[in-house]
């Protein structure tokens, strides 16, 4: 069941601004934007054989080009940090928000290389136009066993909408790293979490992607 989370995670979302992406359409709804990405990178990853042969530089191409534009992830790791983002320095909060962003993609990078048949079904969106932020729900259908919910929150911004959090199954991604960076500060201060981010980067490095998730 981890690996079905991750692997429907990765399916949309998105962990950084990327400059050299093309931008998403003007006035681009935000459901149309998730439905959009999502099927683009599982339409590229069920059709490329480097991605399913676990070809770590092509997956982390996808990742890059069709992932990484369509997420504020500073915001997504300031709300995981909670409170000690305020008490970090402006180097720190640079050095967590990389590392964060480095975990993430080795996760959903080993995911995405193992995508087969799921299918996305989007829900009507329940949004009014002024809304600034808002929860696009959606289900993954798998081969085997009943639908997965598979939410998000979006946020407008200059730049476009901009995901920020998902929910699957009923747990929000920041808030299930929120623990684990409290519990990893408490120890040795923001420095610490950072360290530990970093150990754990490096272990990933190292790995095939289709072992990351195992």
Request: charged share 25%.
């Amino acid at each position: 069941m981890k690996l079905i989370k991750q692997l429907i995670a990765l399916a949309t979302v998105a962990f950084a601004v990327s400059a050299t992406a093309a931008p998403a359409p003007a006035n681009e709804a935000p459901d149309a934007l998730v439905k959009r990405i999502s099927q683009e990178v599982l339409d590229t990853a069920k059709a490329d054989k480097e991605i399913q042969a676990g070809n770590q530089k092509r997956v982390m191409d996808l990742v890059e080009t069709k992932i990484l534009p369509y997420v504020d992830f500073q915001r997504m790791t300031s709300l995981a940090a909670g409170r000690y983002w305020r008490e970090a320095t402006p180097d720190q909060q640079k050095q967590l928000s990389t590392e964060f962003r480095t975990l993430l993609i080795f996760t959903y990078s080993g995911a995405l290389s193992q995508v087969k048949n799921e299918t996305i079904e989007f829900k009507p969106l329940r949004a009014d136009p002024s809304d600034t932020e808002v929860e696009v729900r959606s289900q993954v259908n798998v081969a085997r066993g009943e639908p997965v919910p598979l939410n998000y929150r979006v946020a407008k911004s200059a730049a476009g909408w901009k995901i920020y959090d998902i929910n699957v199954l009923g747990a929000w991604l920041v808030e299930t790293y929120k623990g684990t960076f409290a519990s990893e500060i408490s120890k040795g201060g923001i420095d610490g979490l950072i360290k530990a981010l970093a150990n754990k980067n490096k272990q990933l490095a190292n790995k095939p992607l289709k072992t990351v998730q195992k």
